[in-house]
C-alpha cells in the first residue's frame, strides 16, 4: 500500500520558519518525483516547490522562490519543505505528492497538513 504521511505543520508568526516532512511508503522512492503543493481556503491547489527522481534537480513557484528549499533524503524515503521568512500568504494546507513521471495513474497524494502563519 502506498503511503504519503506530512508532518511538521503548525502555527508561526510572520518572519517564522517551519520544516516539512513527507514521508513515503509502498513505492520505490528513487522512481518518483516529489512535489509540494498547498491550498489555501477558497483557492485552488498551487504548486509549490518539487524534486525529480531523475536527476535530482529543484524548481519553485515565484512566490516561494528563494525563502523555501526542498530536499530529499533515500533514507529514510522522505522530502523536506524547509520554509523560512514565512509570510500570512504561506497559510494553506500543505500536500505532498508522488508522481511516477511518464506513467499513468503513477502518481500518489498524502492528507496534509496545516500551516497557519499570523501577522
Known amino acids: 500500500e502506498v503511503q504519503l504521511v506530512e508532518s511538521g505543520g503548525g502555527s508561526v508568526q510572520t518572519g517564522g520558519s517551519l520544516r516539512l516532512s513527507c514521508e513515503v511508503s509502498g513505492v520505490t522512492f528513487d522512481d518518483y518525483t516529489i512535489g509540494w503543493f498547498r491550498q489555501a481556503p477558497g483557492k485552488e491547489r498551487e504548486g509549490v516547490s518539487c524534486i525529480y527522481s531523475a536527476d535530482g534537480e529543484t524548481a519553485y513557484a515565484g512566490p516561494v522562490k528563494g525563502r523555501f528549499t526542498i530536499s530529499r533524503d533515500n533514507a529514510p524515503n522522505t522530502v523536506y519543505l524547509q520554509m523560512n521568512s514565512l509570510k500570512p500568504e504561506d497559510t494553506a494546507v500543505y500536500y505532498c505528492?508522488?508522481?511516477?513521471?511518464?506513467?499513468?495513474?503513477?502518481?500518489?497524494w498524502g492528507p496534509g497538513t496545516q500551516v497557519t502563519v499570523s501577522s
Open positions: 505528492k508522488a508522481e511516477r513521471m511518464g506513467y499513468v495513474d503513477y502518481d500518489y
